[in-house]
């Protein structure tokens, strides 16, 4: 990666999502990001779809390129002893591995969503023992507590991604699909979570109390709509870490790349502008 920019996972099963995923690919080779698919659940059910999803050949073989599929779906899967779907998906996309999103109160909160049967950690265990697949864990929406942290960064993972509170609150989103009953009493959870800069700092104590930690490295995304909030995060991180934009970007991606392609220039100088310029007071 040139620039420490991750695009977080969006669009899954979005009309849109093969024109925005061919414009956020051709980014991600220009400008050597990272990148993260949506969920390609729709892909297990079948090929209509695929080629929305299928940006290798655009992205080109060195960016660091990553399926998605939620905890629910995994859980299915182990149960019904179907992991090896996700698997040939990876395979077949070309990916280097796999996002596993974990979103507790969104699937609760939604009206068709899954409930999990046992704790997502679990899931996750039982996964990485039986797959060779390089593994993120991402939360959406409202960010992970310390001993939510405390046990992932002692799993054999690539990274972890944060997902924090302040950016696009799921929770808030799927009560507001519902229209049949009244849901206010459930609008509290909507405020509940972690911000990036409160993970970064648990994270940083985390680390700091333990050397022997598996998952060494961090996308730390949540909120961050400009560079100088990445920049300040990734800097004040004890592990090698990258800060992704979703909505941020999402918001140019779905014009002509053009549009795109002229935001992440000046990114890209706001970057270079506060590595060269800026330092950072860190806080333990």
Same mark, same amino acid.
């Given at each position: 990666m040139h620039l420490p920019l991750w695009v977080s996972s969006m669009t899954g099963g979005t009309a849109l999502a093969g024109t925005i995923n061919r414009n956020l690919a051709r980014a991600v080779r220009e400008f050597g990001l990272g990148m993260g698919l949506g969920s390609c659940r729709i892909l297990l059910e079948d090929d209509r779809h695929f080629a929305d999803f299928d940006m290798r050949s655009i992205i080109g073989e060195e960016a660091p390129f990553y399926a998605n599929l939620g905890i629910a779906q995994l859980e299915h899967l182990i149960d019904n002893k179907a992991s090896d779907k996700i698997e040939d998906i990876v395979r077949r996309l070309r990916a280097d591995g796999l996002i596993i999103h974990i979103n507790p109160l969104q699937e609760a909160f939604q009206p068709e969503g899954d409930m999990f049967t046992r704790p997502p950690l679990e899931t996750l265990q039982a996964f990485l023992e039986q797959t060779k697949l390089k593994v993120i864990v991402k939360?959406?929406?409202? *960010?992970?507590?310390?001993?939510? #942290?405390?046990? %992932?960064?002692?799993?054999?993972?690539?990274?972890?991604?944060?997902?924090?509170? *302040?950016?696009?609150?799921?929770? #808030?989103?799927? %009560?507001s699909r519902h229209q049949n009953f009244d849901t206010s009493v459930f609008e509290p959870y909507a405020r509940i979570g972690h911000t990036a800069e409160d993970m970064t700092l648990t994270a940083n104590k985390i680390i700091a109390e333990n050397t022997n930690l598996n998952c060494q490295q961090l996308i730390i995304s949540g909120g961050i709509s400009n560079v100088l909030d990445g920049y300040y995060l990734t800097q004040i991180s004890r592990v090698p870490s990258v800060f992704g934009m979703g909505s941020a970007l999402l918001k140019v991606a779905s014009d002509e790349y053009a549009t795109l392609q002229h935001y992440l220039q000046q990114v890209n100088k706001s970057y270079q502008l506060a590595r060269s310029y800026l330092t950072i007071r860190k806080k333990e």
């Open positions: 939360e959406v929406g409202q *960010g992970m507590g310390p001993e939510s #942290l405390r046990h %992932l960064f002692q799993l054999p993972l690539q990274a972890i991604e944060f997902g924090a509170l *302040g950016g696009t609150n799921f929770t #808030l989103l799927e %009560l």
